[in-house]
């Protein structure tokens, strides 16, 4: 079966899964944002998509947009020709384009009361650990602050984003970072098809992929591991890094105006259906999928804490063994040696070191700037289950 057993109608499953998400990230294209016989932005589309935006955070749910664009905009700003541009000219339309880019989402954004933060990222900050964590932090404070970020690939360094066009793979692992619960890619098709309906009149849409299979591979053209230049093949590629995050992602057309309210009411698309939750997926990754480098050792009041599901506070920790830094996995002790649970910690052993036994207002105080309250807070922590 190329999409699993279909229980309920597409229209009842898309607002289910928009609805139900607490973190939505949501992919637009330049071929969407910009009209092309102009290179100027599709104002009443751009409105459009921003209100329905607005909507969702009214229902309370936070949202993060990766934006492309800013080469077309820049191109025409910069007075390029038509056609394909040479690299060098990529970067310098990218470098003016981001301007107009920011500054249409500061004032889309303003007029719905909603704070706008520009975040520019290239793959790399997605995949080297520490610049990740320095990303998530960065997304994750913009986020309790109430902003919509909007995420750009930067262009204007990152030569390999032009060459390859892969801001869906970048939305992906947005995603994959702040454990968003839904992805959302506007395109300029429904959905992935069982061939080109371009080409084949007999092409259906598939609705739902719960696996990414060499089969639903060859519908997007080409191996999902071989290095894309956009079109489906990348969307699938975003597929494969979602569902393994335990995030629901949806394909689906932006050629109308409001394409969020137009998906939510039932519009065709295809779902790419998680079978776990970011959460328990991230749980998973803690507890089995990283190698420990160090250890911290706590008193019978922390251990009993951790038990109930909360976070692991310095006050609660004697002993800081081994050299780690942030960011990396450690392992949690009790005084006898037992191993409680594994866990990212939040400082490295020597600031570590010099806060454990203190209470956490009295951080800022030791190593001389504002951290985390917690060494560990409690979702990135795993606990180890015993027997006996």
């Known amino acids: 079966m190329l999409s699993g057993k279909m ?10 899964r928009i ?20 290179n100027r932005l599709d104002a009443p589309w751009f409105e459009s998509l921003v209100e329905d935006i ?10 993060l947009v990766v934006s492309s664009g800013a080469i077309a905009l820049g191109r025409r700003h910069l007075g390029l020709r038509s056609g394909a541009l040479r690299l060098e000219e990529s970067q310098a339309a990218a470098a003016a384009g ?36 320095n990303a998530r932090g960065t997304l994750e404070t913009l986020l309790a602050l109430g902003a919509v970020p909007v995420i750009n690939e930067n262009d204007t360094v990152a030569t390999e984003e032009i060459r390859y066009g892969d801001n869906d793979r970048l939305a992906a692992r947005v995603a994959q970072m702040i454990s968003a619960d839904c992805l959302v890619l506007l395109s300029d098709t429904t959905g992935l098809h069982t061939a080109d309906p371009a080409c084949d009149p007999t092409a259906r849409l598939v609705p739902e992929v719960h696996a990414v299979t060499p089969e639903i591979e060859a ?61 328990r997926v991230r749980k998973q990754w803690i507890a089995g999928a990283l190698q420990p480098s160090g250890e911290l050792v706590v008193d019978a009041g922390a251990a009993a804490a951790l038990t109930q599901g909360k976070s692991l506070l310095p006050a609660g920790v004697v002993a800081v063994k081994g050299r780690f830094e ?40 030791v190593l001389g700037y504002r951290g985390r309250e917690e060494l560990i807070h409690r ?10």
């Not at 609805?19 to 102009?38: E, F, N, P, Q, T």
């Not at 866990?343 to 070191?353: N, T």
């Not at 990135?380 to 006996?388: C, N, R, S």
Request: glycine fraction near 10%; proline fraction near 3%; charge should be positive.
């Open 7 to 16: 229980t309920r109608d597409p229209a009842d499953i898309a607002p289910s």
């Open 54 to 63: 607005a909507r969702l955070r009214r229902r309370g749910q936070e949202v």
């Open 98 to 133: 981001q301007v107009q880019l920011a500054h249409a989402w500061q004032e889309a954004l303003g007029r719905e009361q909603i704070p706008a933060a520009q975040v520019l990222l290239t793959l790399g900050d997605t995949e080297q650990r520490r610049r990740y964590l």
């Open 19 to 38: 609805a139900a998400a607490r973190r939505v990230v949501i992919k637009i294209g330049s071929a969407l944002l910009v009209d092309r016989a102009s």
């Open 326 to 365: 942030r960011g990396d996995l450690v392992l949690v002790r009790d005084t006898g040696g037992r191993v409680l649970a594994r866990g990212l910690s939040a400082y490295d052993s020597a600031e570590a070191a010099r806060i454990i036994g203190l209470r956490s207002s009295m951080i800022e105080q």
């Open 219 to 279: 519908m997007a053209g080409a191996s999902a591991t071989d290095v894309g230049s956009g079109g489906m093949i990348t969307k699938v590629m975003a597929g494969r890094i979602a569902l393994a995050a335990g995030c629901h992602m949806v394909i689906a057309s932006g050629r109308v105006r409001h394409p969020l309210a137009a998906l939510e009411a039932g519009a065709e698309c295809t779902w790419f259906v998680a079978s776990s939750s970011p959460a």
């Open 379 to 388: 979702n990135d922590l795993a606990m180890v289950e015993t027997h006996g």
